[in-house]
């Protein structure tokens, strides 16, 4: 059926890297853009930015550039976003969602923790 | 960037009663607004697009609408399976931004 399915939880210590995949089934891949958002807990959704399937080229939201990296495989169908220099505030939800406007289609989230 | 401000935060309704969230865009974004549902500890589920469209298999109860750069998401007869946080995205420019969210709860 059509899913995005995200990679599991991540313990990271500060200053270490991380990448979450997301890979997508039962649509073709690159007909849509690949959103991500982020959720703190107990916070409401940032929108992170995007990647275009077809291009692999990414767009950031402003509090989302440097560090963050979107990437994809197209040969097996996934997206994955990269987070740098990992910091204590970067702990939340991380959403794959299917979109490039409205998102019509989410991941189940991957939980990254940041502590020492 | 565009700011998107919705209001309430929370509220409380009874079952049965219109329950109405809106969301003001800081400049105009012509129909380019989504309302996702967030039930607690769930995934986000779109509800409606282009400010007024239903996604397939929504209830009926739930509707938007808009003047201008007032958005608003009603559900006409609130359900206990409603409680949920409510977001509005702006999708008309990069950033796509969410309001802040409005958290409903049964009375």
């Known amino acids: 059926q059509v899913q995005l399915v995200q990679s599991g939880s991540e313990l990271k210590k500060p200053g270490a890297s991380v990448i979450i995949s997301c890979k997508a089934s039962g649509y073709t891949f690159t007909t849509y853009a690949m959103d991500w958002v982020r959720q703190a807990p107990g916070q409401g959704l940032e929108w992170m930015g995007w990647?275009?399937?077809?291009?692999?080229?990414?767009t950031y939201a402003p509090d989302f550039t440097g560090r963050f990296v979107f990437s994809l495989d197209t040969s097996v169908n996934t997206a994955y976003l990269q987070i740098n220099t990992l910091k204590a505030e970067d702990t939340a939800v991380y959403y794959c969602?299917?979109?490039?406007?409205?998102?019509?289609?989410w991941g189940q989230g991957t939980l990254v923790t940041v502590s020492s | 960037d565009i700011q998107m401000t919705q209001s309430p935060s929370s509220l409380s309704a009874s079952v049965g009663d219109r329950v109405t969230i809106t969301c003001r865009a800081s400049q105009g974004i012509s129909v380019y607004l989504a309302w996702y549902q967030q039930k607690p500890g769930k995934v986000p589920k779109l509800l409606i697009q282009?400010?007024?469209i239903l996604q397939s298999g929504v209830p009926s109860r739930f509707s938007g609408s808009y003047s201008g750069t007032d958005f608003a998401l009603t559900i006409s007869s609130l359900q206990p399976e409603d409680v949920a946080t409510y977001y509005c995205q702006n999708y008309n420019s990069v950033p796509r931004t969410f309001g802040q969210g409005t958290k409903v709860e049964i009375k």
């Open positions: 990647i275009n399937t077809n291009t692999g080229n990414p």
């Open positions: 969602a299917r979109g490039q406007v409205f998102l019509d289609l």
């Open positions: 282009s400010a007024f």
